[in-house]
């Protein structure tokens, strides 16, 4: 099988010239998984014809959550689930930025401050939504964390879906109007002060690291100039998408969950020793621009996004919560007499859902035409 655009890259540029010093164990995990995926070296499946006899052998891929060939099905899936969920109501899309002066000590502490931020964004809203003068009432928040920007540099940032409606406290239904119900300098406000209140807890417990960049902060007085600092930047959220059909809110997530810093559709060409990228403009309205990285290069800038063992950077609080989500959700398809979408992909096999979504057919004998391909069993890497 033809290797993809990113293998190529991790071909040409990981051994011997990254690989050794400078990548974590688990970027040297995803690394190890991009450049085996589909390859063979990680197993294979068999399928065989029973009427005439041929064999057809895929390559198992690495299912690694950092591999751009592996996340459209797990795609599908998850948005697909997610359909079963949406109620009637607007549903927004909210961004949360954070300084990037704090880029050293975020990359430092990665664990930490990306689950704070997680908790950050959804205080922020599920406090000010709980407030009668925005909705009164608890909503839906979907939130994925992101760390990259078009160029592949470090760029902290979380994409949150809130719907426009919720339960109040008696266990009814409220809805805001087609426009978004908090003021954006009400959201920046309590997110900042959030953030920095929890953020000078960790310093005080003495729960940080600092880099050698950031070595300045262990001081006292360093850290107080560094939060004065902060308090002066701009930490303005903003309302990307306004929802007022139903399930396209859904949809457009999809385009969020499961990205990875970059795809093999922006990547242009890929030499010895350099790869070429797309990017869009700086501006609205800008045409794309054309990127240039040394393959070293655009290997770090890639790694840098790796996220740590087990972290989630997806998800779910308000009436979502994992806890209560079945519960709410029958009570408010209730109240509101129906549920708007059901799952269309339940319980199918992959074959059948490759089918309904791609319409690719892998039972379909590319010899004969016969439909009737069944597996043969799968054989595994050998591990010694």
Request: glycine share 8%.
């Amino acid at each position: 099988m033809a290797r993809s655009k990113i293998q190529r890259i991790f071909d040409l540029g990981w051994e011997g010239s990254f690989s050794s010093c400078r990548a974590s164990i688990i970027q040297k995990k995803a690394a190890s998984s991009i450049i085996q995926c589909k390859s063979g070296a990680l197993g294979r499946n068999a399928s065989i014809c029973p009427d005439c006899g041929h064999t057809e052998v895929y390559n198992n891929s690495c299912r690694n959550r950092n591999c751009p060939n592996c996340q459209a099905v797990h795609k599908e899936i998850w948005v697909d689930k997610r359909r079963a969920e949406v109620i009637d109501s607007p549903y927004f899309h909210v961004v949360f930025t954070l300084p990037h002066e704090l880029n050293p000590l975020l990359y430092c502490n990665q664990k930490l401050l990306y689950g704070l931020l997680h908790r950050c964004c959804a205080g922020t809203l599920l406090e000010l939504s709980a407030d009668k003068k925005w909705l009164g009432a608890t909503p839906g928040i979907i939130q994925i964390l992101h760390t990259w920007n078009q160029e592949l540099d470090y760029h902290v940032h979380m994409h949150c879906i809130v719907s426009g409606g919720g339960l109040t406290r008696d266990g009814k239904i409220r809805k805001s109007s087609k426009s978004f119900f908090i003021r954006t300098e009400v959201l920046r406000d309590k997110f900042k002060g959030k953030f920095m209140a929890r953020l000078s807890s960790l310093y005080e417990s003495g729960s940080l690291v600092f880099p050698s960049s950031c070595e300045t902060l262990r001081n006292s007085y360093g850290w107080k100039e560094f939060k004065n600092s902060l308090y002066g930047k701009d930490w303005c959220p903003y309302i990307k998408e306004t929802f007022n059909g139903f399930g396209n809110a859904i949809e457009y997530l999809g385009r969020y969950t499961h990205k990875v810093a970059i795809s093999n559709s922006r990547i242009l060409s890929v030499t010895e020793t350099g790869t070429t990228f797309s990017a869009r403009g700086r501006r609205p309205g800008d045409p794309k621009r054309e990127v240039a990285l040394d393959n070293t290069e655009f290997i770090r800038r890639f790694l840098m996004h790796v996220l740590p063992k087990g972290f989630q950077k997806i998800r779910y609080y308000g009436f979502l919560n994992n806890r209560m989500r079945a519960k709410n959700l029958k009570l408010i398809f209730t109240l509101q007499g129906h549920q708007r979408f059901r799952q269309k992909y339940a319980g199918l096999t992959i074959a059948e859902l490759l089918k309904a979504v791609w319409d690719i057919d892998i039972r379909v004998c590319p010899v004969c035409g016969c439909t009737g391909m069944r597996p043969m069993g799968r054989a595994y890497a050998c591990r010694c």
